[in-house]
């Protein structure tokens, strides 16, 4: 029941050490005698870093599972996928085929210290025949494609850091 922008603005708080902003599109307003007025949202503390930072660095491993969609050549990057499913009453009733991992919808989310991306596919009209989603037709990896396609050329004008462990975190080896 998200929208795009709203997943896209919940995860650069991972993105951001913690920290949520509400997206936006104007940073400023300038008026024409030069008076500049800030319309940038307010920031604030969602989350401890240490939880946004060890968050971060599990969804990097969502980028090497769907490498095929989703590997930007020296980019580091991190993302959730994720679908919708029916439910089995709109199954029966719509005469959906079970079994064939059909859905109504599929989403991605991927980011970087510097980026946010969200990108979904559906039909308004999910519940009509063909109107699904599934891996043999493709439409279930559009979104990764999407988000990879864009993000590719985002990246292109991209430092590429690194998100830096913040102190609250210690890394320790694991001895079996």
Do not use: C
Request: glycine share 8%; no cysteine.
């Amino acid at each position: 029941s998200m929208t795009p922008v709203q997943l896209a603005g919940a995860y650069s708080t991972f993105a951001n050490g913690g920290n949520y902003t509400q997206p936006y599109t104007v940073n400023k307003i300038v008026s024409q005698s030069g008076e500049e007025i800030d319309t940038r949202p307010e920031t604030n503390k969602a989350m401890e870093d240490y939880t946004a930072y060890m968050v971060t660095d599990m969804l990097k491993g969502v980028i090497d599972y769907y490498s095929q969609d989703l590997e930007i050549p020296g980019f580091i990057h991190a993302g959730k996928t994720g679908t919708t499913n029916y439910t089995t009453e709109q199954l029966v009733e719509n005469d959906i085929p079970r079994g064939q991992g059909l859905v109504p919808d599929s989403w991605f989310v991927g980011y970087s210290p510097e980026y946010t991306m969200s990108a979904w596919v559906g039909y308004d009209k999910h519940l009509e025949p063909g109107n699904q989603l599934s891996i043999e037709n493709g439409k279930r990896q559009l979104p990764r494609q999407l988000y990879r396609e864009i993000m590719t050329v985002l990246a292109e004008n991209s430092a590429n850091p690194d998100w830096e462990q913040p102190d609250s975190v210690e890394e320790v080896a694991v001895i079996n």
